[in-house]
């Protein structure tokens, strides 16, 4: 699976949105991009995925850059209880596990 | 949307001692299950995969006889840690998927302190 690079860390103010990137520049096209997030003390919780098209949920929005090589989770409205680590992983659909790497620590500050 | 329930979520005990995790799907049949270890500040690791009604594949470095999975059903899948030691204290967290093509959704994790 393809090397995901995320920024270590990230501030978001309380109400704006939160645009967390992910670099996958060695992505093949059959390649999915999956975030995940982990608040402290939980276990993961799937956001949002896509493969070439942006989506949209409840939780976030995904867009994928027309080459894509980079991605941009969108948090329209942050809150407090969106801070935790965030997780932009490819996989090989149908490939057996997701590898974490780093992640990006979101703070959403009052 | 699809619920993965973890119990226990906590487990103190002493060393020597084995202890089970349960893993449970509660609205969809997961045909694979995973099992992840977390050591404080750092990521999830993979440990085994499961499939249900086959033996686990398990990652370099993990001891199958030590983490005995079992994935008896499509719904239940535990992790007995055997004999287990301090140094087995961590955070282990499940994950189950329905199809190849759906998402994995994880438990809650089970923080496991090994006297």
């Known amino acids: 699976d393809a090397k995901t690079t995320q920024p270590t860390s990230m501030d978001c103010a309380e109400g704006r949105a939160a645009n967390l990137p992910c670099n996958h520049s060695?992505?093949?096209?059959?390649?999915?991009v999956y975030w995940y997030r982990q608040i402290h003390s939980q276990g993961p919780q799937y956001i949002i995925h896509?493969?070439?098209n942006n989506e949209t949920n409840e939780m976030a929005s995904l867009i994928i850059t027309e080459d894509r090589k980079s991605s941009t989770l969108i948090l329209p409205h942050a809150t407090l209880r969106d801070t935790a680590v965030y997780y932009c992983?490819?996989?090989?659909?149908?490939?057996?596990?997701?590898?974490f790497g780093t992640g990006t620590r979101l703070t959403v500050i009052p | 949307g699809a619920v993965v329930s973890q119990h226990p979520s906590r487990v103190i005990c002493k060393s020597g001692t084995s202890v089970k995790i349960e893993c449970r799907s509660l609205?969809?049949?997961?045909?694979?299950m995973f099992w992840y270890r977390q050591f404080p500040k750092q990521s999830l690791m993979l440990m085994a995969t499961?499939?249900?009604?086959?033996?686990?594949?398990?990652e370099q470095g993990v001891e199958k006889d030590k983490f005995l999975i079992n994935h008896a059903s499509l719904t239940l899948s535990t992790l007995t840690v055997t004999s287990a030691h301090p140094e087995d204290s961590s955070f282990y967290i499940c994950?189950?998927?329905?199809?190849?093509?759906?998402?994995?959704?994880f438990g809650d994790g089970t923080r496991l302190s090994i006297l």
């Open positions: 994950s189950a998927r329905a199809t190849i093509n759906q998402p994995q959704h």
């Open positions: 060695t992505i093949s096209g059959n390649e999915y």
């Open positions: 896509g493969l070439k």
């Open positions: 992983i490819v996989r090989v659909g149908g490939a057996n596990n997701l590898f």
């Open positions: 609205d969809f049949q997961a045909t694979t």
């Open positions: 499961s499939n249900e009604g086959s033996k686990a594949t398990y």
